[in-house]
T-cell receptor
């Protein structure tokens, strides 16, 4: 079956702009979680969605938001981009929740200039 | 807040030797501990996991041990091979809020 798909793979944005990233989970998976990966901070949990509802949230500012659609596809949005937002953004899908195996997408590499 | 510390940050071992990576967690309510392997330029992939009702789990050359009292868990790789070279992340998931906290990763180099 198809894996987790993230689009786009690469993105370059200017400070102050906003960006939307997309994640299509594995068919049948209802939980989608998002992570920010940077060399200095490693993998950090952003939020998790299940059945179109945000179930958990990490310690990120309100500029980071997301949503999930009825087909379980998810988007995350970052507004008023800062240089420090440059990172690899990974999404992962799980059958039920983060207590079950998470399957990661290839990620979206965001560069803010 | 919750924290997961992972050591060492870099580890080099001779091919065929064993590698051990250790993690400690702060939230005593954590009950699920997965380990992910990320090869260069690739996505993280689950290699083994353990739940708080088990002390040890083994899958071929890979094993994980959990000490709930001390709040630490370790990944053991025996008979290391070149393809084991990667970054390994531990994680802890809390029972109360399901937040997943990752360690900062260990870069494992397998030397020929």
């Amino acid at each position: 079956k198809a894996g987790v798909t993230q689009t786009p793979r690469y993105l370059i944005k200017t400070r102050g702009q906003q960006v939307t990233l997309s994640c299509s989970p594995i068919s049948g998976h209802r939980s989608v979680s998002w992570y920010q990966q940077t060399p200095g901070q490693g993998l950090q949990f952003l939020f998790e969605y299940f059945s179109e509802t945000q179930r958990n949230k990490g310690n990120f500012p309100g500029r980071f938001s997301g949503r999930q659609f009825s087909n379980s596809r998810s988007e995350m949005n970052v507004s008023t981009l800062e240089l420090g937002d440059s990172a690899l953004y990974l999404c992962a899908s799980s059958l039920i929740d983060v207590n079950t195996e998470a399957f990661f997408g290839q990620g979206t590499r965001l560069t803010v200039v | 807040g919750e924290n997961v510390e992972q050591h060492p940050s870099t580890l080099s071992v001779q091919e065929g030797d064993s590698a051990v990576i250790k993690c400690t967690y702060s939230d005593s309510a954590s009950n699920y501990f997965p380990w992910y392997k990320q090869e260069l330029g690739k996505r993280p992939q689950l290699i083994i996991d353990i739940r708080s009702n088990v002390g040890e789990k083994k899958d071929q050359r890979i094993a994980v041990t959990l000490n709930k009292t001390a709040k630490h868990f370790s990944l053991h790789i025996t008979e290391t091979q070149p393809e084991d070279s990667a970054v390994y992340f531990c994680a802890a998931i809390g029972n109360r809020d399901d937040k997943i906290i990752f360690g900062k990763g260990t870069r494992l180099h397998i030397l020929p």
